[in-house]
Nanobody
Framework: QVQLVESGGGLVQAGGSLRLSCAAS????????MAWYRQAPGKQRELVAA???????NYADSVKGRFTISRDNAKNTVYLQMNSLKPEDTAVYYC???????????????WGQGTLVTVSS
């Protein structure tokens, strides 16, 4: 079984920065694309940023120029550096990964438990 564990959320003032981390753990697996989503109170979950296994990123228009997604394949970890944070960035942030397991052979999309980011004005 493969699990994602996020860390790095918290409370920050507007204009500040936070760095989220998400580490995958388990046995006999490979990770393909990874992504960060967020869900604000009363709103649908939305894609924030994604990154391919080769390191090519994509961003939601609302975070372009402020957020940076990166990954360390050796550590099975994806990061989200968030700068110039705004109150509207307040949400629970979820890590997502496309994974292939080998015993048994399966293709899965898995989610972390979420980490709360609160940006005060």
């Amino acid at each position: 079984q493969v699990q994602l564990v996020e860390s790095g959320g918290g409370l920050v003032q507007a204009g500040g920065s936070l760095r989220l981390s998400c580490a995958a753990s388990g046995n006999s697996f490979s990770i393909h694309a990874m992504a960060w989503y967020r869900q604000a109170p009363g709103k649908q979950r939305e894609l924030v940023a994604a990154i391919t296994s080769g390191g090519s990123p994509n961003y939601a228009d609302s975070v372009k120029g402020r957020f940076t997604i990166s990954r360390d394949n050796a550590k099975n970890t994806v990061y989200l550096q968030m700068n110039s944070l705004k109150p509207e960035d307040t949400a629970v942030y979820y890590c997502n990964a496309a994974v292939t397991t080998y015993a048994p052979p399966r293709y899965l999309e898995i989610w972390g438990q979420g980490t709360l980011v609160t940006v005060s004005s």
